[in-house]
């Protein structure tokens, strides 16, 4: 079976109810990373568009195989996310990683989240949509 790094900004990171070690036990933290992007607060998860700017948006990097890439594609399919090839910063190396990125036609209404932690953002965060928390929340 094959191997794929996948890069996570949002509530599939560590700290967050959706983790991807709860989510997806079977995936494998590799590391704390960085990709350049803008990382916008679109409601009840975030979004990071990637030809925007030359910030950085804080994620880390799973390694996931065929199965959980799947699975991560249909979960993200359902909030209108698509997957990209993206280069990461893992400290001074750089690899190509899957990232998923909203669909803008989907999302007009989106706050940029200038720090590009969306973990440290959404501790912050109180306009939260309908009845989410950041507890039921996904991304």
Not at 117 to 135: F, H, L, M
Request: negative net charge; proline residues 4%.
């Amino acid at each position: 079976m094959n191997k794929h790094l996948v890069f996570v900004y949002g509530t599939l990171r560590r700290g967050s109810a959706g983790a991807m070690s709860t989510t997806f036990p079977n995936s494998e933290f590799i590391a704390d990373a960085k990709v350049s992007g803008s990382l916008y607060d679109l409601g009840a998860y975030p979004g990071v568009l990637l030809n925007e700017s030359n910030s950085l948006v804080i994620g880390e990097v799973y390694e996931v195989d065929d199965e959980i890439l799947t699975e991560l594609d249909d979960y993200e399919a359902s909030s209108h996310y698509c997957r990209k090839q993206v280069e990461i910063s893992l400290g001074t190396h750089r690899r190509m990683c899957w990232i998923y990125e909203p669909n803008p036609e989907f999302y007009s209404h989106r706050t940029l989240i200038t720090s590009g932690d969306w973990i440290e953002y959404a501790k912050t965060k109180t306009d939260w949509p309908g009845d989410t928390s950041p507890d039921e929340t996904q991304s």
